[in-house]
């Protein structure tokens, strides 16, 4: 990771309202969009209109719809489709409880303090596949009101569980790890075509293949672990608070390394970590000068206007100031489409990193110490995660080298 001594500390990452409520997971885009019976919300209720619209383009031999890349992306999907489903509450294997650890192993715990045992999950995170790892307290508010239809409550007990009537996770659960992914920037200049979808249908996978083997890791230390990737609680605030990046225009956690081109996952823990800090490093300043993923989203989902408590449909949860997202028109886009679509990713000039030509986007060419980009691409450069041969053209991107899974 770029060092975050080099970014300001960001003290308050967040400004609330009085409005502020938990959001419920029936209330996402992705559950209530062409929900066909809206007493009985299922996952993922628009993928039936779009595979249907994605298997005409196919069956008509369709630019960008072909057989060959549909099965790439199932491929790079597959795991996460056996794994996490994107993740559903303790559901196949993101359960709650370990189904490895041995009984009588289970009340044996580290002698390791703090400290050690931070470096420990940092570097696991590290190994067991994820490309950036942040660490931060629970913030209840960030917890879901409730999934389809059992709440999530906080109570004080000595392990979480799910009953009949509720997920029930421990005041134990005081801390959070979260685990960014970096997915393929090449293939997602294919959005909104199908290829694109490649990049993050992988980045879901070897976020399922991470957030199971941390997790046991962490059972097997001791502590408690919920493992999470879409579900259980909202991964973007969480990710802001562990220091891995910023909230953009386009609604998407922006970070230093990889711009917005990340998939987000996270373990929900009783184990005793140090705490990573938010921080500024100039999106903010940077997206109130550049329109790029507003101009170029196909169904003007993105705002054009100042930062808001209000939120602009019912997939939104008001009560924050930021950007808001129509959540409703973008995945009626995919709908129509017959794929996701990435371009809010593609377009963001924090992606690949500073070209010359992006300048003419801006309104203003200075925002707070020069440009924020730049310094960006300047860290990005020294740090391993670009190379530019020239300054001003077009830089290429470097992923990290696994170190294990």
């Known amino acids: 990771m770029i060092p975050r001594h080099l970014v300001k500390r960001n003290e308050v990452p967040y400004v609330f309202s009085d409005t502020y409520q938990r959001f419920p997971v029936a209330r996402q885009a992705l559950v ?14 628009f993928m039936k209109k779009m595979m ?28 996460n489709l056996l794994l996490a489903q994107y993740g559903k509450p303790n559901q196949s294997c993101l359960k709650w409880k370990s189904s490895l650890l041995p009984d009588d192993a289970k009340a044996i715990k580290t002698t390791k303090n703090r400290k050690e045992l931070t470096e420990m999950i940092k570097e696991g995170s590290i190994y067991f596949g994820a490309d950036l790892v942040g660490i931060t307290s629970l913030n209840e508010n960030w917890i879901y009101e409730k999934d389809l239809v059992k709440p999530f409550v906080l109570k004080e007990v000595a392990e979480s569980f799910e009953s009949e009537k509720e997920f ?14 970096a997915m393929n920037a090449e ?11 490649a990049a993050s249908s992988f980045g879901y996978s070897r976020a399922a293949i991470t957030v199971i083997a941390l997790a046991e890791y962490i059972r097997n230390l001791g502590y408690q672990a919920i493992p999470c990737v879409n579900d259980t609680a909202l991964s973007i605030p969480l990710a802001i608070d562990a220091g891995l990046g910023e909230l953009g225009r386009n609604g998407i956690l922006v ?14 823990t009783s184990m005793p970590l140090d705490k990573d800090y938010p921080i500024d490093f100039g999106v903010e300043a940077f997206c109130n000068n550049c329109l790029l993923c507003a101009e170029h989203c196909p ?23 930021k950007w808001y997202i129509n959540g409703e028109t973008c995945l009626k886009f995919w709908q129509e489409n017959g794929s996701s679509c990435s371009n809010c990713i593609t ?10 030509t992006q300048c003419v986007e801006c309104i203003k060419c200075e925002t707070r110490n020069g440009c924020e980009l730049q310094v960006n691409t300047h860290h990005r450069e020294k740090y391993g995660y670009l190379e530019i041969k020239k300054w001003g053209y077009q830089p290429r991107v470097i992923y990290p080298a696994r170190k294990g899974l």
């Not at 960008?64 to 790079?76: I, Q, T």
């Not at 421990?170 to 960014?180: H, R, Y």
């Not at 377009?347 to 010359?356: D, L, M, N, S």
């Open 168 to 181: 029930v996770i421990s005041k134990e659960i005081k801390n959070a790890i979260v685990l960014a992914f």
């Open 32 to 45: 209530s969009v062409d929900l066909e019976d809206k007493n009985n919300p299922i996952y993922n209720s």
């Open 347 to 356: 377009v963001c000039p924090f992606t690949k990193g500073f070209e010359a």
């Open 187 to 197: 293939l997602k200049d294919e959005s909104p075509k199908l290829k694109a979808s």
């Open 299 to 321: 169904s003007q989902s993105i705002s054009y206007n100042d930062k808001t408590f209000d939120q602009t449909c019912y997939n939104n949860n008001g009560g924050v100031k």
């Open 255 to 268: 970070t230093p390394e990889f711009g917005p081109s990340v998939r987000l996952a996270k373990i929900l």
């Open 52 to 79: 249907k619209n994605l298997s005409d383009k196919i069956s008509k031999e369709k630019d960008g719809y072909s057989l060959e890349d549909n099965a790439f992306d199932m491929a790079a999907n597959s795991l």
